[in-house]
């Protein structure tokens, strides 16, 4: 047994990406004592959009955390390009970022440590036992366990939380380019067969990320698929390697069994379409700190599904669009001649608003799509 960790922990956090450093910074907050380990070598890169939506810097900002200016790139709405359909919308409030995703990383571990949260790096769980959480080296004691070990969950194996269906999942490969003055909008470019978006995250750096449910689909062979975006940037400086990730949407039917509660993608996850990934572990994190700090982890299980329901939603009705190319049009026709219907569904996108309003906005944009 490893002699610092000889008393029990409150909380042990296994997975040391987003999701997981939030958790421990929330439940510092909440006064718990808290471990976490992670065999990688921080800061952790992974391949995503690296786009944090007004509701993800809201949640960040929630969690008692800045991100600083000096590491991310502000932007303001969301465009749509399909063919030469275009359509954007500005957030109705409050500012996006983007930010690579290992900068955000070391903010989040700059305030971990600062929480007093105890990071085992480079030090792997090997599994589970009663009263906590084996390591190579031993035992580490704890009352609560936490999987936040990503899509691939070994602690929702281990606690026999696995869904019974099986997940949809598609393939995102993503690289850097060195382009100045790029709008500050987020873009979505639509084809049969895939998206890209671009999301700008340093005044002269932005970051395409390519998804389709095509694992063998990667950007150079992509962007013949979108001649107006690879025209823009044909003559820019590649500055990271392509990098692939499985992007899944995936709900479970419990997200905790007796002390061992997933958060993160390891709880469920929506398409990477939304754009919605880090926002919903930051609730997801805040919620759950809350939980624990009060022994009620069936009150995480309601509000976790609650939390998911949306981005699921929005989920759902994008990949309609990707998948059924007379009805994207016939969107994007809407979208052009009434920016006020792009505005409502993007302020829905974002959690602005209330239920009543995401029916009516619905219900809105279904008509004029059948009288389009």
């Known amino acids: 047994m490893p002699s610092h960790f000889e008393n029990p922990v409150d909380v042990f956090v296994i997975g040391g990406g987003p999701a997981g450093l939030a958790t421990a910074i929330a439940a510092r907050r909440r006064g718990l004592s808290v471990v976490i380990a992670d065999g990688a070598t921080p800061p952790i890169d992974k391949p995503c959009g690296e786009g944090l939506m007004p509701d993800g810097v809201s949640a960040l900002r929630d969690l008692g955390i800045t991100i600083p200016a000096s590491a991310c790139h502000p932007f303001r709405g969301i465009r749509f390009f399909n063919g030469k359909q275009t359509a954007e919308a500005t957030f109705p409030r409050g500012a996006a970022s983007g930010i690579r995703r290992t900068a955000l990383h070391q903010v989040l571990i700059e305030h971990a440590a600062a929480a007093g949260v105890s990071m085992l790096w480079q030090t792997s769980v090997v599994g589970l036992h009663p009263d906590g959480v084996l390591l190579a080296a031993g035992l580490v004691p704890a009352r609560w366990i936490v999987g936040a070990d990503g899509s691939n969950s070994r602690v929702r194996r281990w606690a026999g939380l696995e869904p019974r269906q099986k997940s949809r999942t598609r393939f995102g490969f993503r690289r850097h380019y060195r382009v100045a003055d790029w709008p500050s909008f987020i873009e979505l470019h639509w084809a049969d067969n895939s998206q ?31 001649p107006e975006l690879a025209s823009r940037i044909c003559h820019a400086r590649v500055t990271s390697s392509e990098r692939g990730a499985i992007t899944a949407s995936r709900t479970l039917p419990r997200v905790y069994r007796g002390n061992i509660v997933l958060v993160g993608d390891a709880s469920g996850s929506v398409d990477a379409i939304t754009g919605e990934g880090l926002c919903m572990s930051f609730r997801q994190s805040a919620l759950l700190a809350d939980c624990l700090a009060h022994d009620d982890l069936a009150r995480y299980q309601s509000e976790h599904r609650r939390l998911l329901r949306r981005p699921a939603m929005m989920s759902r009705l994008m990949l309609a669009m990707g998948r059924h190319p007379r009805l994207r049009s016939r969107a994007m026709q809407v979208f052009e001649s009434s920016p006020r219907s792009f505005a409502r569904m993007l302020a829905m996108h974002v959690g602005d608003g209330c239920t009543r309003n995401y029916i009516a906005s619905g219900i809105s944009l279904g008509w004029r799509l059948l009288t389009a």
Do not use: K, N, Q
């Open 196 to 226: 890209i978006y671009v999301t700008p995250v340093g005044h002269d750096e932005v970051c395409l990320t390519l998804v389709s449910a095509d694992p063998h689909l990667r950007l150079d062979e992509a962007l013949d698929d979108f």
